[in-house]
């Protein structure tokens, strides 16, 4: 009698499309990523761990306390964007990327600093032909990104550090309130790529910043961007959304949290400033979403 062959224990399975899969590199030596008996490994022997809710978790080094969303803070955001909130910021991203990439089969979409993965779902419902991708350094975050939509995937990375994506990989990045490197979004785009930014208005609810004392908007935000971006990449378009939200003080108190304000307001003086207002609250938000094409290789190495 032949001998019964005994299955191979694997680690969890990665849920994501092979497409987006085979776009994915070892953040430490940048050879592709192959599923392991252990996880995802290299040609080099570095392995990373799959996640039981199917993320992989590529973060390479040590990374500050407080890094990240908390478990609290992306069931917060959840809350928030489930509640419709920001949907008009979703679909002019999905807009602006069916303009950009016109009728290009299969497109690869990844979102740096994507959070919960809510805006890459609303692209990858519009977009029906798309992958995504969602890179984020929380957890948390990636845990419900990995779920956020059955042709996306998630994996934990460092927007300031090496981005886990084979060079000239990615059709289109998105990046909305979030940390940018110019020069590693400039190497995981095709030459014929687009960058996606969104920034916030000078106008970004301002109705809550004088009596929650909110930080402004930087005046010179649009000005900082540009001038991170100088030598990779060209400015191909700008537009504006605008929108009013009629938010209770539970949604106030989130929307702060997603900003700067939160790092430099007491929670506990948040929410007393929070109940002095009226339920629901009618707030406007205005963000600017700014679209750029990369410089040809030569171009950004000669002004790098």
């Known amino acids: ?33 192959r599923p392991g008996p252990r996880g995802l490994e290299c040609a080099a022997g ?3 761990n799959v996640a039981r809710e199917g993320y992989a978790s590529l973060l390479t080094g040590a990374t500050p306390p407080g890094t990240g969303d908390s478990k609290e803070m992306v069931a917060d955001r959840l809350r928030f964007q489930h509640a419709g909130h920001y949907d008009a910021i979703g679909r002019a991203l999905a807009d602006t990327l069916a303009r950009a990439l016109g009728d290009r089969p299969a497109p690869l979409v990844a979102d740096v600093g994507g959070g919960t993965g809510h805006y890459l779902a609303q692209v990858l419902t519009a977009l029906p032909d798309a992958v ?22 998630a994996v934990t990375a460092d927007a300031w550090r090496a981005l886990p994506l084979r060079t000239g990989a990615v059709d289109a990045l998105l990046n909305v309130f979030a940390p940018r490197s110019a020069a590693e979004f400039h190497r995981v785009l095709r030459p014929d790529g687009v960058l996606v930014v969104v920034t916030p208005a000078p106008d970004h609810l301002a109705g809550l910043r004088a009596p929650l004392g909110l930080l402004d908007v930087d005046p010179r935000k649009d000005e900082r961007l540009a001038e991170g971006l100088h030598g990779h ?13 009629d938010l209770s003080r539970d949604d106030v108190t989130t929307v702060v949290g997603m900003g700067p304000s939160a790092r430099h307001i007491a929670a506990g003086d948040l929410r007393a400033r929070v109940d002095s207002l009226p339920e629901p609250t009618s707030v406007t938000a205005s963000v600017r979403v700014h679209v750029y094409r990369p410089r040809p290789v030569e171009e950004s190495a000669g002004q790098g």
């Open 1 to 33: 009698m032949a001998p019964t062959d005994t299955p191979h224990r694997t680690g969890p399975r990665l849920r994501m499309p092979d497409a987006v899969a085979t776009a994915l590199a070892c953040p430490t030596c940048g050879t592709a990523l």
């Open 132 to 153: 995504g991708l969602t890179l984020d350094v929380s957890k948390f975050a990636a845990r419900r990104a990995a779920r956020a939509h059955p042709r996306g995937g």
């Open 46 to 48: 570095h392995c990373f």
């Open 233 to 245: 990449f060209t400015p191909a378009g700008e537009s504006e959304v605008r929108f009013t939200m």
